[in-house]
């Protein structure tokens, strides 16, 4: 790739960016390359409008080498630079969000971190959180794991079990540390996610989808209960005798849970082989999700995930703009938190 596309002929490839005051940019000046310091990847469109609308501002796009194929959207949020790109529509798994993050790396060679933003299967039976649809997860280093465990690799065992080789890394200390602040935060007020998703629809009308689906429509039916119709998208036809009997909640503001995320090949939609693997990590995943494990062996990353599902038979595609947009408005929350000063003084991701 040309050097020049990066910071000019007169400044090195990896230059620093400069640190305007917070929550302010620099009008006269294009930015360049190496002003982006913080990554945002997504798979889904869907994922992709509800990042986007997070945006305080939308920036122009910058030229890329021809080996790079990813699709940016350039955007400044409380003054931090943002990268945010998706995978390739239809290609979904953890070796293209490793794909994904290398191109971005090459491009902009400035970028300290990023965050994987985006819906995942929720784990309703976890022993320490009760996971509905519409609340977020966010990967939290816990027992062994670093945060994410990637749950279909390692060595076969008896009574066809996997036992789980390799521990990937965790987050950033940076991203902890703020992590570490919103939990703390959210003990005394309330997360800022409720306001954020209001002024989004008073933004942006058309994302109406993005609005809550309803308390009623959050269906979670017992492990052995199979969805009946496989042509039918809704559970209209699903027996309500076989529903779990759970307490209303007061609000529909969503929760927020800290613990580990589950990550692999595989599409989970089945709830016995959901429970079994969940036991299996020691009873401590709260959700199931495609694309981290790419991420965390060479890109420091916090991932971040709104629950659209149960990973079993019964999951649909209601709930993802609203766990899509919940999973954004708390991206938006961490990033208010992290002064740009220590941003620009972390290392680079490739030093890592």
Not at 296 to 313: E, K, N
Request: with cysteine.
């Amino acid at each position: 790739m040309d050097p020049r596309w990066f910071a000019g002929n007169d400044e090195p490839e990896r230059a620093r960016p400069s640190v305007p005051r917070r929550g302010k940019s620099e009008p006269n000046r294009k930015k360049r390359h190496a002003d982006y310091t913080i990554g945002w990847i997504c798979a889904l469109p869907v994922e992709v409008a509800a990042s986007k609308a997070m945006l305080d501002k939308i920036d122009s796009p910058l030229p890329q080498g021809g080996n790079d194929h990813n699709v940016y959207t350039l955007g400044e949020l409380y003054g931090h630079n943002i990268v945010i790109a998706c995978l390739p529509s239809g290609v979904y798994g953890i070796s293209s969000a490793s794909t994904v993050a290398a191109q971005m790396l090459s491009t902009f060679p400035a970028i300290r971190f990023s965050l994987m933003v985006g819906v995942g299967g929720g784990v309703p039976g976890s022993y320490t959180a009760d996971v509905r649809l519409g609340d977020v997860v966010v990967s939290k280093p816990a027992s062994t794991f670093g945060g994410v465990v990637q749950y279909d690799i390692g060595k076969a065992i008896a009574g066809h079990r996997i036992q789980r080789t390799g521990v990937l890394n965790r987050p950033p200390s940076i991203l902890l540390a703020a992590v570490s602040r919103l939990e703390a935060d959210h003990m005394m007020n309330h997360s800022s996610i409720p306001d954020e998703l209001e002024a989004m629809l008073e933004r942006y009308p058309n994302m109406d989808t993005f609005a809550h689906p309803g308390a009623e429509h959050d269906l979670l039916f017992h492990a052995d209960y199979p969805h009946l119709d496989p042509n039918h998208k809704t559970c209209r036809g699903c027996n309500p005798q076989a529903l779990v009997n759970r307490r209303g909640r007061r609000t529909q503001s969503p929760r927020i849970h800290y613990g580990l995320i589950a990550s692999g090949n595989q599409v989970i939609r089945d709830a016995i082989t959901r429970d079994e693997i969940a036991q299996e990590l020691g009873g401590e995943v709260l959700c199931f999700e495609m694309e981290a494990a790419g991420l965390m062996g060479d890109f420091p990353c916090l991932v971040i995930r709104g629950i659209c599902d149960y990973a079993d038979s019964h999951k649909n595609k209601q709930w993802q703009p609203y766990a899509a947009a919940v999973a954004a408005a708390y991206a938006k929350e961490l990033l208010s938190v992290i002064p740009m000063t220590q941003v620009a003084t972390a290392p680079d991701a490739r030093e890592r």
